[in-house]
């Protein structure tokens, strides 16, 4: 028996809502690249809207997405508290916009293949951008987009910003 329904855990959603221009705000565990713990606890939300295209290659979906996000940290483990590093300087900032950047990047693309790979489903529209290709209703169902959507390969470029505001102590 086909299983026609799928489900996604909460970082593939918040992955798609990402994608889909529909995240408010989201708190995420990401790796800690100062590693005073394992992970530090973000606030991430949408800073612009998620900048999506679509070309063919070779006939092939190939889809784009420009992220740009803005984080704020919410808390770590008592150990980064009484560590020495100082979590907003300049050069420990940029490290954990990298990790956070590698870490949704990473995510991103795993949630993305998942749904044209084992989904078949164009949930966040796509198709949308890839219409203007298609002069005609009837070249657009010749084209098939579902059928063809389930071999798209992708370009992600997650962009974080972190912004200080919140303190712990």
Do not use: R
């Not at 995240?23 to 005073?36: F, K, R, V």
């Not at 784009?64 to 300087?89: A, G, P, Q, R, V």
């Not at 693309?109 to 298609?134: N, P, V, W």
Request: hydrophobic residues 30%; glycine residues 4%.
């Amino acid at each position: 028996m086909i299983n026609w329904f799928g489900e996604l855990n909460g970082l593939e959603t918040i992955c798609h809502m990402i994608v889909s221009n529909n995240l408010d705000t989201s708190i995420l565990q990401i790796p800690n690249p100062l590693q005073d713990s394992e992970t530090i606890d973000i606030k991430l939300e949408l800073k612009n809207k998620t900048n999506s295209k679509v070309s063919f290659v070779n006939g092939t979906p190939y889809i784009e997405c420009n992220i740009d996000l803005k984080i704020k940290i919410l808390s770590t483990t008592e150990d980064s508290i009484t560590s020495k590093s100082n979590y907003f300087d300049k050069q420990n900032s940029e490290l954990i916009e990298q990790a956070c950047n590698e870490y949704l990047t990473k995510n991103i693309y795993k949630y993305l293949y998942k749904i044209c790979k084992e989904y078949k489903c164009d949930i966040d529209g796509f198709g949308k951008y890839a219409l203007k290709y298609f002069p005609t209703l009837d070249e657009w169902n010749e084209y098939n987009w579902l059928e063809n959507f389930e071999n798209s390969f992708f370009k992600i470029d997650v962009d974080s910003t972190l912004e200080s505001g919140y303190s712990f102590i």
